[in-house]
């Protein structure tokens, strides 16, 4: 019985991760425009003059990163390159102010870098950009 339910719900998997990459996608697009230009949500500060490291940096990785991701589109590599920033992002930013991510305002990096990572290691799943070049590439 197991065993059917598992068979099941692996016919279902591709459009998970394919949701999954969307909404990560879309959560970090959002995040690095919310960065570069203060939009569609004001964090407070106002968009990070241009060139200002790392923060305006990291909006634009955020950004660009995001949208491949979202679209599906070079979702591997992209995604791969965002857990590292966010890997990074953590220890530069949030681990010194405390040992653990709940105390030091670091969840989200975490989370972050852990979901990119399980993208860069099973791909975009179902409805990616990259799944449709697969095809066409395959039909010649």
Known sequence: MTTNLETRLATYSPVVIGIFRVVFGFLFTIHGAAKLFAWPVDSGSGAIPVGTWPGWW???????LGLLILTGLFTRIAAFIASGEMAVAYFWQHQPNGLFPLENGGEPAVLYCFGFLLLAAIGGGAFALDTARGRRTARG
């Open 58 to 64: 990291a909006g634009l990785l955020e950004l660009v």
